[in-house]
């Protein structure tokens, strides 16, 4: 069993701090003569975060089934973690999903199976003894405090604990890539909140890169311009300071083209229209 | 802009081009691993074992009906103690694995295409394959393997309980010895019969499971997707049940007899 933490010292290497892990560039693609996405180029450096905002419809997901390969782009590139993944076969994109976690619109729990199942679903895949899989799935439980729901199938939990499960699924096997689809959509301002400090503790306790796609400005500001502190035992979320406050960028997509990228200040501070129209 | 019946036409050879693609990749992967050996087991249970009731209530009342239709026919030329022979070779080589395949396509492969539609609708097949795990070895290698392997098991289950069921009648409502129709039941068979009873099964139970599964992957649009994959599947697989079998038949008597 490898998790995606015991790769080559090489791979590593390349991948260290400021590297692109992920790169689009200039990738459209239509759904016979819809146009989702028109020449869309973006850069995420390891340990940030890119929120991708937008109407429904606007292409954001996506972006994300594309990083996946779920998707294949008609035109353009998108790399991830050193792979061409537009032009991998679904064999070779197991690689690279290795290091890759998504947390699906709804949470995509699989019914069949219990919290513990789902969450270990991965590491059982690829053979980790038992015994090291419960202790990983019980680690990962209580990072994001459902220790006492393992047992429990996903039709017993509410939405927001859907969300939170999904997240220790996607974050079980410590990809160093996170992507959110939606995470926090229908859910009430406290859960939103609970999930979006998952989001962050993840991003700068565990050295993710995330990708969240949101139409919930509400969490999108929260993930942006807050940030995980350790306290001692405690973890604290707190209002993110200097250089860590431009780590997380906006892409806002508008009719299958970025209509903008920037940070939280420069988006708050923006007065193109169409942005003061989605803000208010 | 493209026409309707372009459209359609485009749409049709889409659907056939992804189904000889599933076909594809359950080939290679039923001989290449990784295999999910546990998967298959369940589905041999829940599909096999799961449907002998149907089938064999269904074989039961074929067979019962199929001797007093017959019997009353064979009375027209005197010939009433041949009914044994024409209920086992009516449904060896024909009835049973039609009406067990028929049975099949409503239990199992509406079972396929609901469940694995609402996978697909609940992102639960992306999410799979976001996790490594490919859906085609995962879910569908074992529900085809399973509805393959089982329809001509299913199907000698039928066979058996419709000459059962004949010889009930025979010997109850027909007059006709024991013996008699169990000797009639036997002369009336050839080797090819058997053959025939069960190379179709083993096709029709391939087609009813690479059907279920190739329209509850495709699912979308919600619940109200479901509920079409699943009549789908049920009018698509039964159609071409009759039509595999009907280009099988005359395949089957030119290599078998």
């Known amino acids: ?280 | 802009m493209l026409t309707h019946t372009e459209r359609w036409a485009k749409a049709a050879i889409l659907e056939v081009q992804e189904y000889v693609q599933l076909l594809a990749a359950v080939g290679r992967a039923v001989v290449t691993p990784p295999f999910y050996r546990r998967d298959v087991v369940l589905q041999f249970d829940a599909i096999g074992i799961g449907s002998l009731t149907v089938v064999s209530l269904t074989g039961f009342f074929t067979g019962a009906a199929l001797a007093l239709q017959t019997g009353q026919t064979l009375d027209r030329f005197g010939a009433r103690t041949l009914v044994g022979q024409l209920v086992s070779a009516s449904m060896i080589r024909e009835l049973g694995p039609v009406l067990t395949a028929l049975m099949l396509a409503g239990r199992v492969g509406s079972g396929i295409a609901a469940e694995l539609g609402s996978m697909a609708v609940t992102d639960q097949i992306n999410a799979l394959r976001a996790l490594g795990t490919d859906p085609v070895r995962k879910l569908v290698v074992p529900r085809v393997l399973a509805a393959t392997m089982m329809a001509p098991v299913l199907t000698v289950i039928a066979d058996t309980f419709a000459i059962v069921a004949g010889w009930i009648i025979s010997v109850t409502s027909l007059g006709v010895g024991s013996s008699t129709y169990w000797t009639q039941v036997l002369e009336g068979l050839y080797l090819g019969d058997a053959w025939q009873g069960l190379v179709k099964p083993f096709v029709l139970g391939l087609v009813i499971g690479t059907i279920g599964c190739h329209v509850g992957l495709g699912t979308r649009g919600g619940t109200q997707g479901v509920g079409r994959s699943t009549t789908n599947a049920v009018v698509v697989a039964s159609v071409l049940v009759i039509a595999v079998d009907f280009f099988l038949t005359p395949l089957l008597m030119r290599v078998l007899y």
Do not use: C
């Open chain 1, 1 to 280: 069993m490898t998790l995606a933490t015991e790769r080559s010292p090489e791979l590593d290497e390349a991948l260290g701090p400021g590297s692109p892990v992920v790169v689009f560039d200039r990738v459209s693609l239509a759904f016979d003569e819809n146009v989702v996405l028109r020449d869309i180029s973006f850069t995420l450096i390891k340990g940030h975060s890119k929120i991708f905002l937008g109407a429904s419809g606007s292409g954001k997901s996506t972006v994300l089934k594309l990083i996946l390969g779920l998707l294949k782009p008609d035109a353009g590139v998108v790399w991830v973690n050193g792979e061409r993944v537009d032009r991998l076969s679904e064999w070779e994109l197991m690689k690279v999903r290795a290091d890759l976690g998504m947390v699906f619109q709804e949470g995509a729990l699989f019914d069949s199976l219990t919290v513990a199942e789902n969450v270990g679903f991965k590491l059982l895949e690829e053979g980790m003894p038992e015994e090291r899989v419960w202790s990983r799935v019980d680690e990962v439980l209580g990072f994001i405090g459902l220790a006492e729901f393992a047992d429990r199938m996903p039709s017993e939990l509410s939405g927001g604990q859907r969300r939170r499960v999904a997240i220790a699924r996607a974050m079980s096997y410590k990809p160093r890539i996170l992507l959110y689809d939606e995470a926090t959509t229908g859910l009430d301002p406290i859960t939103a909140d609970t999930v979006d400090n998952e989001i962050i503790k993840l991003r700068d306790l565990e050295e993710t890169s995330s990708i969240v796609v949101t139409h919930q400005l509400r969490d999108a500001f929260r993930i942006a311009t807050h940030e995980a502190v350790r306290d001692g035992n405690e973890i604290r979320i707190v209002t993110a300071q200097g250089s860590k406050a431009e780590e997380a960028e906006f892409i806002m997509l508008k009719d299958g083209g970025i209509h903008f990228e920037g940070n939280a200040a420069a988006l708050r501070a923006s007065r193109d229209p169409y942005l003061r129209s989605f803000l208010s």
